[in-house]
């Protein structure tokens, strides 16, 4: 039996590379390709395919505090992830409020990769602690916001304007592709406001608010660069920071599934096995919007291959996600803080129940 790993990374637990690992134990053997959607881990799964060189250099988190993030150079190529220096992860449980968070890291790291002669970016979009519209990012960047400067997430409150006059001109020349986690757009129901800021710690009312920000945040965007991003596709990735960025350059949008799908030869290595294993942090409604484990399955049984989706945790609407057989790390006794806090045996087990599973039914 030839089992196929191809799993996201655990939010704020496991990497996709070690808890590929752990499976591939339970079940004594495997293939594993670490994956990422454009959220955590995207560069990580690049170097580990391709390889390439860290660039580590000084900048903010999305609070302002200072930490060391750092870019993938690959030739000419810069492969940038907003979860390094705006993730969930790097802030960690110390975030104050998201009302308080920007994106400035992120675009001082594309200015940075850019001043360092780097001619393509591949920006990876997801996992990110922000949803200020990429308006931090655009500051990082050069452009000027208007206004009496307020909360950092709610530019769209106090914003009269915006002055490109000093956007760094090397974006004009580049060749950059915008790799995304989801296909929301930036405003409306389905927007990053209503859909992804109460992940981040928004309350309800908050997450109205937002909405209301970044669609006049949307309109004084249409005003400085002529794009309207306000229902476009993928603008409301990373808290719409790739909306932010749309208005200013002109990106090729693929899935991050696309992009380490081409550069791992992906449906090639999915002929050659018979069981597909895919699976993130929690699998619900969400999942369904195009995240990894839903292109995973797609593609899988397109092919006719058998899926099994591992997550730590699986709603009922997760389960429409067409895979053959799905195994929630937490269930019964087993609480989500454990299997968050160390997920590596439950990891082990579920491999040893696909294991027993299909080559018991292959035997049988």
């Known amino acids: ?89 790097t802030v960690g449980a110390d975030h104050p409020n998201i009302i308080y968070a920007r994106s400035f890291g992120t675009g001082e790291t594309i200015k940075k990769a850019l001043e360092d002669g780097c001619k393509k970016l591949i920006i990876g979009f997801g996992g990110s602690a922000v949803n200020d519209g990429g308006a931090g990012a655009l500051q990082a960047l050069g452009a000027r916001i208007i206004g009496e400067k307020g909360l950092a997430a709610l530019a769209g409150e106090w914003c009269v304007g915006i002055d490109l006059e000093n956007l760094t001109p090397l974006l004009k020349d580049a060749e950059i592709i915008f790799a995304c986690d989801v296909d929301n757009p930036y405003c409306g129901e389905r927007g990053a406001s209503m859909v992804f800021s ?23 965007l249409k005003e400085a660069t002529g794009k309207d991003v306000s229902n476009t596709p993928y603008a409301g990735a990373a808290g ?37 294993i895919t699976g993130e942090g929690k699998t619900d409604k969400q999942t369904l919007m195009g995240k990894l484990p839903m292109q ?37 006794e087993i609480t989500a803080q454990m299997t968050i806090a160390d997920p590596v045996p439950y990891l082990i087990n579920a491999g040893k129940i696909i294991k027993n599973t299909y080559e018991v039914q292959e035997n049988g």
């Open 1 to 89: 039996m030839k089992y196929l790993l191809i799993m996201d990374s655990f939010k704020g637990s496991i990497s996709s590379k070690d808890g590929e690992t752990a499976v591939q134990e339970g079940l004594g053997s495997g293939e594993i390709i670490p994956f990422s959607d454009g959220g955590e881990g995207f560069a990580e799964c690049i170097e580990y395919i391709c390889g390439g060189e860290r660039i580590y250099f000084p900048t903010f988190d999305s609070y302002g505090r200072e930490i060391s993030s750092y870019y993938l150079r690959i030739d000419d190529t810069a492969v940038i992830e907003t979860a390094l220096a705006d993730g969930l992860m």
């Open 198 to 220: 109460p992940q981040k710690g928004a309350s309800e009312q908050t997450a109205v608010r937002m909405e209301k920000s970044h669609r006049a945040f949307a309109r004084f």
């Open 240 to 276: 719409g920071l790739a909306g932010g960025l749309m208005a200013i350059c002109e990106p090729v949008i693929k899935s991050g599934f696309e992009v380490l799908s081409d550069l791992c030869s992906l449906k090639e290595k999915i002929e050659k096995a018979d069981i597909i």
């Open 296 to 332: 995973v399955t797609k593609l899988a049984k397109s092919m006719g291959k058998r899926v099994v989706c591992v997550s730590g945790a699986i709603t009922e609407e997760g389960r429409n996600l067409g895979a053959d057989l799905y195994i929630p790390l937490s269930h019964g």
